[in-house]
């Protein structure tokens, strides 16, 4: 359902992840570094990715600070060794867009997903500071990436936002 919001319940989903902190100037090559590394790091102890990489929003205070995870789904999570962590994506009920196109366009399917639900009356998992949000469960899901499709008007990223119940 391209560019339409939809709520799905989602069942736990682990997965392996790599913290960062990052500014939205510079998320995309540190996504991508890092993903390299955490796929280096699954291959070396033969865990297999059961799904499209992710990345999980702990915190932001955009444009310049972001607490994100870089994730790779995994059957079952191990601990990890300090700098791969083990973990999973809480169950629950999820506001849910995918955006076609270029990740240029990320910002402004995130805000038209955040317009969305406080016309809806719909509040997200979030703990508010005085300078920043902390996520329980915010992912954008790189369905259709760069490694895959080489043309970005044919990208598709999926924006998920947990729900407050």
């Given amino acids: 359902m391209p ?3 939809y709520l799905d319940y989602r069942a736990e989903r682990p997965y392996l992840g790599i913290p960062v902190f990052t500014s939205l100037n510079e998320e995309a090559q ?3 570094r890092h993903l390299a590394e955490l796929r280096e790091w699954m291959r070396s102890r033969q865990i297999a990715e059961t799904g499209p990489p992710f990345v999980r929003y702990r915190m932001t205070d ?3 600070r972001m607490e994100i995870d870089v994730c790779l789904p995994v059957k079952s999570a191990p601990p990890g060794d300090g700098r791969v962590r083990g973990n999973a994506l809480p169950a629950g009920q999820y506001a849910v867009l995918v955006h076609t196109g270029p990740q240029a366009g990320l910002v402004a399917a995130n805000e038209k997903m955040q317009r969305w639900a406080a016309q809806q009356g719909i509040r997200f998992q979030t703990r508010e500071s005085e300078d920043a949000t902390d ?8 369905l259709i990436d760069a490694q895959s499709e080489p043309d970005a008007r044919k ?11």
């Fill in 135 to 142: 996520w329980t469960s915010r992912l954008e899901t790189y």
């Fill in 3 to 5: 560019d339409q919001i």
């Fill in 155 to 165: 990208h598709q990223t999926e924006i998920a936002y947990l729900v407050k119940a």
């Fill in 62 to 64: 955009m444009p310049d």
């Fill in 30 to 32: 540190v996504i991508a």
